[in-house]
């Protein structure tokens, strides 16, 4: 890999500014990608975009920036690792998209136009393979408004399958939110559902006998012509979702959810909806439950794990152990209080409730053993 420094001005980086939805942002006469169509959207607020004007005008030096030099067939040669935000306000500044101090650039005296645009930016341009641009960059990424791991991935994993992806995942209002806004966590602009939909797809894979990663997935697909598989795939995830579990009663339950997991299991079995409506509703008035979003896995696996179900309080044990003499009823060794746990007589499953009528201190020893049952 190889890291030279440039120097280039703001008159330089705003020629030929362009900012489209769909194409991201250029500038730098074309030659660079400041928001290519992967990455978040502008996220800098009035104050940050004042104090990047208020730092060129007084010609404080504004930190470093972060180029990549794509390869030499590229459309557009260079790309905005790190500085994005900084080189987008001079750009809406410059391009008249907002003012500075009442005065908007164009309304500007000429001597403070000119030394707006001769103001030079220092940075540095990264050169290398993919793994080496990764490496670099997240040893960089640890000022202004840190990019996150998606985020990351995008730009070192630029090519036609992400610029297609950002059109499904990373919009606003995007499809991949308005079919999974209830149901998958984060927001499309910090790339939350690409990178869910990628997860989801990486541990698909994994699961069909390809050891696979969301960082081994995207590599291995960077140059696909669009990313109508991974697309495809979050969508019959949630669909199968919504067309079993009623999403206007159970929102509250649905949301978060690994539904690409319950998909690969379930989907190909015929559900009784009504008995599974029935059963939810049930369990979300069971006070024993400390973790209602189990309740969708649980009653698909039976596995209380799930529920996170509530356990007997200290004050409860301790004088059960007590009552008991200090001994496990199954084994009848005397322990310390430390040494055994508190095991429900009646099992939950079974209408067992978490009280002290219900309660018996079992050695860790009998607990696993009974538990294992």
């Known amino acids: ?9 703001v008159g330089e980086i705003t020629k030929g500014y362009v900012n489209n939805d769909e194409q991201g942002v250029r500038g730098y006469d074309g030659k660079l990608d400041i928001r290519p169509p992967y990455q978040r959207e502008f996220i800098y607020n009035d104050k940050e975009q004042q104090a990047v004007i208020t730092t060129v005008l007084r010609g404080y030096p504004l930190n470093v920036m972060y180029w ?14 790190d500085g994005q935000q900084r080189t987008l306000s001079l750009c809406e500044y410059v391009d008249g998209k907002f003012s500075y101090e009442f005065k908007n650039f164009f309304n500007q005296p000429e001597d403070i136009q000119r030394r707006i645009l001769d103001y030079k930016l220092t940075v540095y341009v990264c050169e290398g393979e993919a793994s080496e641009k990764l490496e670099w960059f997240m040893t960089i990424n640890i000022a202004g408004k840190p990019l996150n791991e998606q985020e990351i991935n995008n730009a070192v994993y630029a090519g036609p399958f992400v ?14 939110y308005r ?24 541990d698909h894979e994994t699961r069909q006998g390809k050891r696979q990663s969301v960082v081994g997935y995207m590599a291995d697909h960077q140059h ?21 579990f009623d999403l206007k009663k159970l929102k509250k339950v649905m949301k978060g ?40 896995p649980y009653v698909l696996t039976g596995d209380e794990r799930y529920l996170d179900l509530r356990a007997f309080p200290d004050d409860i044990k301790l004088a059960v152990w007590e009552q008991q003499g200090h001994v496990c009823p199954h084994c009848g060794k005397e322990f310390d209080f430390e040494f055994m746990e508190g095991d429900h007589i009646i099992p939950w499953r079974d209408g067992g409730r978490t009280v002290v009528e219900n309660c018996q201190m079992l050695c860790r020893e009998c607990n696993r053993r009974k538990g294992a049952k």
Not at 163 to 176: P, Y
């Open 1 to 9: 890999m190889t890291i030279k420094q440039i120097e280039v001005t």
């Open 68 to 81: 990549v030099r794509r390869s030499d067939d590229a459309e557009c040669p260079y790309e905005v690792m």
């Open 163 to 176: 610029t297609d992806a950002k059109r499904h995942f990373s919009k606003s209002n995007c499809g991949a």
């Open 179 to 202: 079919l999974g806004r209830d149901l998958v966590n984060g927001t499309p602009i910090r790339q939350d559902f690409l990178k869910k939909a990628l997860e989801w797809m990486a």
């Open 224 to 244: 696909d012509p669009n990313s109508n598989n991974l697309w495809t795939y979050f969508q019959n995830v949630l669909n199968w979702a919504i067309t079993n």
């Open 257 to 296: 959810l690994d539904w690409a997991l319950l998909y690969d299991n379930y989907h190909e079995k015929t559900l009784d909806n009504a008995a599974l409506a029935k059963k939810i509703s049930a369990l979300m008035r069971d006070s024993e439950i400390q973790k209602p979003q189990g309740i969708i």
